[in-house]
C-alpha cells in the first residue's frame, strides 16, 4: 500500500464487471491497471479513467509482468471465463505474493477449492440466487396476505 492509503489494483478483463471495478477503483483515488486481451475493450472505460492500460492475455507472466504484479497489492480476476480468473489469480498469490487475490467464480462448486489456496471469491452464480431466494421468501400473493387465518 502507498503512503497515502491509496492501494495498486490490477484488473484483468475489461468487460461489463472489469470496467465497474476501474472506473470506481480509479475515482476513489487508487492506482489502477486494466488488463485486456482486446484493446476494443478498454473503449468502453469512462473519459475519466486515470489508470494504465495493458494489452495482452493475462495468463502470460510477460503481461502481468507489464502490469507491474510484482508491486500490486491486490489482484482481481474479472474475465467471464473461471479458470483464467483461477490461473492469474495463484499466479498472483504464489509466484508474486500478492496480498490480496479475488476471482469472479461463476461454478459455485469452485468456490471452495479457492478458499483453500487463499483466493477470496465472489461467484455471482450464488449472489444472485441468494438474492431471488431471499426476494421469494418475504412475497407473499395478495389472495393470501387477505386470506381469513380460519379457511384451511
Ligand atoms: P465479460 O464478457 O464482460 O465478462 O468480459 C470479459 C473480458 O475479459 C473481455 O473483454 C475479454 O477480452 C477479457 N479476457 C478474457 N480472457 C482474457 C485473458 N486471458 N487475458 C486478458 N483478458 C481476457
Known amino acids: 500500500m502507498r503512503a497515502d492509503q491509496s492501494l495498486f489494483v490490477i484488473v484483468v478483463g475489461c468487460g461489463r464487471l472489469g470496467v465497474y471495478l476501474a472506473d470506481h477503483l480509479s ?33 502470460e507472466l ?17 474475465t467471464h471465463n473461471d479458470n483464467v480468473n483461477l490461473m492469474i489469480a495463484q499466479i498472483a498469490r504464489k509466484v508474486f505474493n500478492v496480498p490480496k ?8 462448486q469452485r468456490e471452495e477449492l479457492c478458499h483453500t489456496l487463499g483466493i477470496v471469491t465472489i461467484c455471482p452464480t450464488t449472489l444472485a440466487g441468494d438474492g431471488i ?3 421469494i ?6 389472495a393470501q396476505e387477505g386470506a381469513d387465518p380460519c379457511t384451511p
Open 101 to 108: 487475490v479475488m476471482a469472479r467464480i461463476l461454478e459455485p
Open 133 to 135: 431466494l431471499a426476494s
Open 62 to 78: 510477460a503481461v502481468l509482468k507489464q502490469a507491474k504484479i510484482n508491486e500490486a497489492d491486490v489482484v482481481v480476476g474479472a
Open 137 to 142: 421468501r418475504g412475497f407473499s400473493t395478495p
Open 27 to 59: 475515482r476513489q483515488g487508487h492506482s489502477v491497471v486494466v488488463v485486456d486481451a482486446n484493446h476494443t475493450a478498454f473503449a468502453n472505460l469512462s473519459t475519466e479513467y486515470s489508470g494504465f492500460k495493458v494489452e495482452g492475455d493475462a495468463t
